[in-house]
């Protein structure tokens, strides 16, 4: 099956929002495209001795509200569609936590898991040098996303201030700690996930100890969504899906378990005592979406909850930390179904929200501590959400659109001010 262009669902549900808001034509049509985007070519020299040449793109989608913010992915299909979408849901989350920042993204089209620890450096660095003064400190800060992690951070960091002959460490976040890396970043987007789902639970009377979840992805977010669903609330991890397949137990996951089994990243063992296999890839991740479960939580990738099996989904909420893993179709569905979905760029806002710290501190010099890295992420998470959903109290929408008419209308009035539109 064709998988639908998430690009063209950034822009549908845009254009859903602006509708609602009655933008004119010119503020509308400057929010349905990037501003600015960079196509360039990386050779790099394999082990092999022979050059291979990659894709990479950056986009920046809009830099009304600051410097536009988002992760760079390393993926074998990646497209510009693909970072087109992603860098249009950076801009709202920015907005949506009322960071100071616009959105961006970027992304090289490669297979990670073919490439050696020296190929995959040069690939960094390569991809640093071809974007040059494109990005920057006050212009463009990137981030890790899916199959980038903070030793590529710190090889991105380390060449760009290279270029601009200083050390430059509030280029880029997610970096490690003893390069200016801010604690309470590794577990950020799980971690604002939680305290998205307490308030969603609290208003909607739903018990979390012992309340029974269902993770697809266990990599960066869905393993710590594990850990942190169990440890602050005592819910069950009933169900856990990735790439090669889902496995399910009926008393719940115990995470140390997992991890100490785990023989690859982002993989879980599939033969655990007392666990029973729902199957291999797709086939076992489809059973796993529609476990009767009170949570579910997408954190893997795009497009898995559509208009097929929405309707047989049995979660009370859906907690979207994957970006974009919910068609517009669904999303119809889900929410006449009495479903709450908290939407991908308030519910994985996290990740980003502690980027930002980590910026702030870069930038000031003066580093915090973990407990403050928590309570501030609290306070933004908490804010945002009740923003949130005020309005879908108050307009009867569904929440991405609240969500949407909350972040656009912020841009909208940052383009204003501009005088842009
Ligand atoms: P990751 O690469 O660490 O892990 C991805 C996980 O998804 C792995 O377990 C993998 O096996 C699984 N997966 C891949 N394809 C799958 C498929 N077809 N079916 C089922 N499972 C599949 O990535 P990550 O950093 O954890 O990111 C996951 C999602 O969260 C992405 O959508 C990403 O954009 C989003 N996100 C990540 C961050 C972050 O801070 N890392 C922040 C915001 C949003």
Redesign the pocket.
Known sequence: MEQPNPFKIAQAQLDEAAKYLKLDSATHAMLREPMRELHVLIPVRMDSGEVKVFKGFRVQYNDARGPTKG?I?FHPEETIDTVRA?AAWMTWKTSLLDLPYGGGKGGIICNPEEMSERELEMLSRGYIRALGEFIGPEKDIPA????TNPQVMAWMMDEFSKLRGYNTPGVITGKPIPLGGSLGRLD??ARGGMYVLREAAKLMGIELKNAKVAI???????SFAHKLVSELFGAKVIGI????GAIYCEHGFDYDTISKNMKK???VPKDLPGSKFLGK??EG?KELLELPVDILIP????N?ITKENAPRIKAKIILE????PTTPEADEILHNNGKFVIPDFLA?AG??TVSYFEWVQNITGYYWSLEEVHDKLDKKMTKAFNDVYALYKEKKVHPRLAAYLVAVQRVVEAMKLRGWV
Do not use: F, K, M, S
Not at 144 to 147: L, Y
Not at 216 to 222: L, R, S, T
């Open positions: 992760g992915r992603l890790p996303d899916v199959n950020a987007t697809q992805g266990y990599g960066n977010v869905g899906g990735d790439v090669e990243p982002g993989i890839g797709t991740n954190a893997a990738i795009e898995v930390l994957a970006n974009g994985n990740g980003v």
